[in-house]
């Protein structure tokens, strides 16, 4: 067949196709040429899921007389000049792809209006490379308005792959959701069929953008979130971090931006799952509003027609950032942070974690006689004899029945210590539950799941104290490897040995494990090892073997943790919510279940009905 060159209208329908595949990708396009020209209101009108009409209408710089018919011509664009530009691109849209590919496959109208014009100018695009002169239009502000009708009528095979109109028009609401989640300082407001269904006004302080987030990410999500802002070798993140007790069963709550850009990338799924290994229950998702800022000379944009996936520079910096600044948040999340931490009132020290103070320490004297302890919790047999003191301290005769001088209370006495964030235990619930009481109201922790979590951080830090222990074989463990993998062992040999694992190349296409980390002797090795080339062929670094770590201790914590229907002593009780006061991560188990919930005074006053 002899070659041709293809008309202008068919090589637009050609770039319609990457761009323009359902009329979200419409607004995707509208949206973010309205926020690279500086809008700060954006309102958008559909019809029928965006098929009959998708009408945006911002107060932008606006576009000259002289530019429209510009603007709808292909690959022209105001943002980028030279090669050079693409090395650093700020702005959202950059390709000059946009316009003339909407127009292609539905009926455009662009109308806008500068500062200072003397009134607005409109054009019609249908594709052509010579779209006409421009004719006056009715705009009385500075701003673009950007009509597209009957959306794929002249391509009737995409229209045919459209959904209902409702299912189209989710597609529209979520993504403008995402976008406004991104900008807080515009205001957005949404329309479908003449009725208002989103009204966003633009967020002026801190406690606007919280609003902002709260309306779009769902009400009870900044509650159970927190808030994150580190900054650390030239890169940013911010934003709001979901809680793991909060995990959803579908990622619906996840945001993620690269310099304003809405990406959908592995290399940061890859991290966050990562910093959410060791918390979060099989087959949940977390949830997260975050942003990430960096020089845009580190990150490439023009790796995706539609932009969704972008390009690090420094790939390794940014997953390590990402994850060590999760991972250290999520860290902190110990039962009770919220509240003011358990002091020792005799030293004026927090709880040791590896060996819980009483709570009631200095607030009545521990006998004279050495403690005798307990086995299974190494508790302080003395912490029994305060508690049953406090308790029975309300059924004591007056002083005056017992016939004894009246005792004047001593002003210049130290005032009792705080209540501890947990409180103090008051009984156990068929050998589950321990119900303790704290300023809020009652606690309820589950005594297995809170145990579990605190047996197996303790064995964490003992076995990262001890270091990496290996085993090297006896007779070495040959593998095939393809090319992708040998070539993983070849530049990640000193990242390899220091996971543990000695591997060599016995040839093109075979490797020889002679090494390997103690603790995993008897698991599936070459599963393992395939997993972690593979980890760093893609990413540069692999977290299966702590992940497989950290799993068989987790398995020794589960087997090595109180069981349910054991009777625990007031002292035992109270040990161990001190002990999950002072251990990272002991809001959830090590499966990523809560350990404890608040029920806060108002809410056992509407169980019964009463008021204050």
Request: hydrophobic share 45%; net charge negative.
């Given at each position: 067949?002899?070659?041709?060159?293809?008309?202008?209208?068919?090589?637009?329908q050609?770039?319609?196709?990457?761009?323009?595949?359902?009329?979200?990708?419409?607004?995707?396009?509208?949206?973010?040429?309205?926020?690279?020209?500086?809008?700060?209101?954006?309102?958008?009108?559909?019809?029928?899921?965006?098929?009959?009409?998708?009408?945006?209408r911002?107060?932008?710089?606006?576009?000259?007389?002289?530019?429209?018919?510009?603007?709808?011509?292909?690959?022209?664009?105001?943002?980028?000049?030279?090669?050079?530009?693409?090395?650093?691109?700020?702005?959202?849209?950059?390709?000059?792809?946009?316009?003339?590919?909407?127009?292609?496959?539905?009926?455009?109208?662009?109308?806008?209006?500068?500062?200072?014009?003397?009134?607005?100018?409109?054009l019609?695009?249908?594709?052509?490379?010579?779209?006409?002169?421009?004719?006056?239009?009715?705009?009385?502000?500075?701003?673009?308005?950007?009509?597209?009708?009957?959306?794929?009528?002249?391509?009737?095979?995409?229209?045919?792959?459209?959904?209902?109109?409702?299912?189209e028009?989710?597609?529209?609401?979520?993504?403008?959701?995402?976008?406004?989640?991104?900008?807080?300082?515009?205001?957005?407001?949404?329309?479908?069929?003449?009725?208002?269904?989103?009204?966003?006004?633009a967020?002026?302080?801190?406690a606007?953008?919280?609003?902002?987030?709260?309306?779009?990410?769902?009400?009870?999500?900044?509650?159970?979130?927190?808030?994150?802002?580190?900054?650390?070798a030239?890169?940013?993140?911010?934003?709001?971090?979901?809680?793991?007790?909060?995990?959803?069963?579908?990622?619906?709550?996840?945001?993620?931006?690269?310099?304003?850009?809405?990406?959908?990338?592995?290399?940061?799924?890859?991290?966050l799952?990562?910093?959410?290994?060791?918390?979060?229950?099989?087959?949940?998702?977390p949830?997260?509003?975050?942003?990430?800022?960096?020089?845009?000379?580190?990150?490439?944009?023009?790796a995706?027609?539609?932009?969704?996936?972008?390009?690090?520079?420094?790939?390794?910096?940014?997953?390590?950032?990402?994850?060590?600044?999760?991972?250290?948040?999520?860290?902190d999340?110990r039962?009770?942070?919220?509240?003011?931490?358990?002091?020792?009132?005799?030293?004026?020290a927090?709880?040791?974690?590896?060996?819980?103070?009483?709570?009631?320490?200095?607030?009545?004297?521990?006998?004279?006689?050495?403690?005798?302890?307990?086995?299974?919790?190494?508790?302080?047999?003395?912490?029994?004899?305060?508690?049953?003191?406090?308790?029975?301290?309300?059924l004591?005769?007056?002083?005056?029945?017992?016939?004894?001088?009246?005792?004047?209370?001593?002003?210049?006495?130290?005032?009792?210590?705080?209540?501890?964030?947990?409180?103090?235990?008051?009984a156990?619930?068929?050998?589950?539950?321990?119900?303790?009481?704290?300023?809020?109201?009652?606690?309820?922790?589950?005594?297995?799941?809170?145990?579990?979590?605190?047996?197996?951080?303790?064995?964490?830090?003992a076995?990262?104290?001890?270091g990496?222990?290996?085993?090297?074989?006896?007779?070495?463990?040959?593998?095939?490897?393809?090319?992708?993998?040998?070539?993983?062992?070849?530049?990640?040999?000193?990242?390899?040995?220091?996971?543990?694992?000695?591997?060599?190349?016995?040839?093109?296409?075979?490797?020889?494990?002679?090494?390997?980390?103690?603790?995993?002797?008897?698991?599936?090795?070459?599963?393992?090892?395939?997993g972690?080339?593979?980890?760093?062929?893609?990413?540069?670094?692999?977290?299966?073997?702590?992940?497989?770590?950290?799993?068989?201790?987790?398995?020794?914590?589960?087997?090595?943790?109180?069981?349910?229907?054991?009777?625990?002593?007031?002292?035992?009780?109270?040990?161990?919510?001190?002990a999950?006061?002072a251990?990272?991560?002991?809001?959830q188990?090590?499966?990523?279940?809560?350990?404890?919930?608040q029920?806060?005074l108002?809410?056992?006053?509407?169980?019964?009905?009463?008021?204050?």
């Amino acid at each position: 067949m002899p070659i041709r060159r293809l008309p202008p209208e068919l090589v637009n329908q050609i770039a319609a196709g990457e761009v323009v595949e359902r009329p979200a990708s419409v607004v995707k396009e509208l949206l973010e040429n309205s926020l690279d020209a500086g809008a700060t209101r954006i309102d958008i009108d559909i019809e029928q899921g965006g098929v009959r009409l998708i009408r945006v209408r911002d107060d932008g710089c606006g576009i000259t007389r002289e530019e429209l018919a510009a603007a709808l011509a292909s690959h022209s664009t105001s943002k980028i000049s030279t090669a050079a530009d693409l090395d650093a691109i700020a702005s959202l849209g950059f390709r000059g792809e946009a316009l003339p590919s909407i127009a292609a496959v539905s009926r455009l109208t662009l109308a806008s209006r500068t500062d200072g014009a003397a009134s607005g100018w409109q054009l019609a695009g249908d594709g052509r490379e010579q779209p006409g002169e421009p004719l006056p239009a009715a705009l009385a502000a500075r701003g673009t308005a950007i009509e597209v009708r009957d959306l794929f009528h002249n391509v009737p095979a995409r229209r045919k792959f459209l959904k209902a109109e409702r299912t189209e028009f989710g597609h529209i609401d979520e993504l403008v959701r995402r976008l406004a989640a991104s900008r807080p300082a515009v205001a957005f407001t949404l329309s479908h069929n003449g009725r208002a269904l989103l009204r966003l006004p633009a967020a002026a302080d801190r406690a606007g953008e919280e609003r902002r987030i709260a309306e779009l990410a769902g009400s009870d999500f900044l509650g159970a979130a927190l808030h994150v802002d580190h900054t650390a070798a030239g890169l940013r993140l911010h934003g709001w971090v979901g809680l793991p007790t909060a995990a959803r069963a579908q990622a619906d709550r996840q945001f993620f931006y690269v310099n304003g850009r809405m990406v959908r990338d592995r290399l940061v799924a890859h991290a966050l799952r990562q910093a959410y290994a060791d918390v979060l229950f099989h087959g949940r998702h977390p949830a997260f509003v975050l942003q990430l800022e960096l020089d845009p000379q580190l990150v490439d944009v023009n790796a995706h027609p539609q932009k969704f996936e972008v390009r690090f520079r420094e790939a390794r910096l940014v997953h390590d950032f990402l994850f060590r600044t999760l991972h250290e948040v999520l860290a902190d999340t110990r039962a009770g942070a919220g509240a003011p931490a358990a002091v020792d009132v005799a030293t004026g020290a927090l709880p040791d974690p590896e060996m819980p103070v009483p709570p009631d320490a200095g607030r009545w004297p521990p006998p004279a006689a050495p403690a005798p302890q307990q086995n299974r919790l190494a508790l302080g047999a003395h912490e029994s004899f305060a508690v049953y003191a406090r308790l029975l301290d309300g059924l004591a005769p007056a002083p005056a029945q017992a016939g004894l001088a009246a005792v004047e209370p001593d002003a210049t006495a130290a005032p009792p210590p705080a209540v501890p964030p947990l409180g103090y235990a008051l009984a156990q619930l068929h050998g589950i539950w321990i119900l303790a009481e704290n300023a809020a109201g009652l606690v309820l922790v589950d005594m297995h799941a809170a145990h579990e979590r605190i047996t197996y951080e303790r064995l964490k830090r003992a076995h990262a104290a001890e270091g990496l222990r290996t085993q090297p074989l006896l007779v070495p463990l040959g593998f095939a490897v393809g090319a992708r993998e040998a070539a993983a062992i070849e530049a990640h040999a000193e990242v390899l040995a220091g996971l543990g694992l000695g591997i060599v190349l016995a040839g093109p296409d075979r490797a020889l494990l002679r090494e390997l980390p103690a603790l995993l002797a008897d698991g599936d090795i070459e599963a393992l090892v395939r997993g972690v080339l593979a980890d760093l062929a893609e990413h540069g670094s692999s977290s299966r073997v702590g992940e497989r770590h950290n799993e068989l201790l987790a398995t020794m914590a589960c087997h090595g943790s109180v069981r349910a229907r054991r009777r625990l002593t007031l002292a035992e009780m109270n040990a161990l919510l001190r002990a999950m006061e002072a251990t990272e991560r002991s809001d959830q188990c090590n499966h990523g279940r809560p350990t404890w919930v608040q029920l806060g005074l108002g809410e056992l006053d509407r169980l019964f009905l009463r008021g204050r």
